[in-house]
């Protein structure tokens, strides 16, 4: 497989985010929460002898991928809707 199971995970999270924005806007703080395991599977495991397994891995990966497409595209949304308003009220 050329690609280790977190960033498989990762990958399946954002293409599940691109079909769930359209259904869902979570709150931002929800969205945090979601990729707090995989930061912590992570430095857990790069700081002890502590073996994550691959499906560990996949689960944390979908997690974090889901969470961060997620916030960049509701991020990304209110910038088109609201950022041309309010720099016009700037710019005024």
């Known amino acids: 497989m050329p690609v280790c199971a977190r960033c498989e995970g990762e990958l399946i999270g954002i293409l599940a985010a691109l ?23 992570g430095l857990f495991q790069g700081l002890t002898k502590y073996e994550s397994t691959n499906w560990r891995r996949l689960v944390t990966g979908f997690m ?7 916030i960049l595209m509701m991020f990304a949304i209110a910038v088109f809707k609201y950022g041309f308003t309010i720099g016009i009220e700037v710019n005024n």
Do not use: E, S, T
């Open 19 to 41: 079909i769930g924005i359209w259904f869902m806007k979570p709150p931002y703080w929800l969205m945090g929460i979601m990729m707090l395991p995989m930061i912590a599977d």
């Open 64 to 70: 974090f991928g889901f969470g961060i497409a997620m």
